[in-house]
């Protein structure tokens, strides 16, 4: 029993929020390619923007909460001027092109980010500390 509380129920735990943010991103995914019919190379540099916009709204605002919200504004707002500009004449084509441009977007994306931030790891501290036992277990409180 011991063994089953100190590592199966964490690492189903991990597992299942890790799996979670995998499922959102694979959802992001497949919405783009059945709406517009574009494979989108450049989704998962769209996900690690809104990170760094995170990052930079708390470095801006010292708020966590309101970079929660400011975050996925800026991306969207970001998202859409892209797809406006670079993707939008593609739909009528043939879908390689816009694999090729959203290839490329993505390797545009990770070189400006590595430019402006460096390749230091950064971390956002969790808005709340401690742990709420739960089933034996300690779950952060965040």
């Known amino acids: 029993m011991d063994y089953l509380v100190a590592v199966l129920l964490p690492q189903l735990l991990h597992g299942l929020v890790f799996g979670a943010a995998l499922a959102l991103l694979a959802l992001g995914l497949t919405v783009v390619f059945g709406l517009l019919g574009v494979m989108n190379f450049a989704h998962g540099e769209l996900y690690m923007l809104g990170a760094y916009a995170g990052l930079t709204v708390i470095g801006w605002t010292h708020s966590f909460w309101v970079a929660l919200v ?17 993707l ?55």
Not at 97 to 108: E, H, P
């Open 70 to 86: 400011a975050a996925p504004l800026i991306v969207g707002v970001l998202g859409a001027i892209t797809e406006a500009a670079t």
């Open 88 to 142: 939008r004449p593609l739909y009528r084509r043939e879908p390689l092109y816009g694999l090729i441009l959203t290839f490329g977007l993505a390797l545009v994306f990770r070189e400006g980010v590595l430019q402006i931030y460096g390749a230091d790891m950064r971390r956002i501290l969790p808005p709340r500390t401690g742990s709420t036992p739960t089933l034996g277990l300690a779950c952060p409180a965040y």
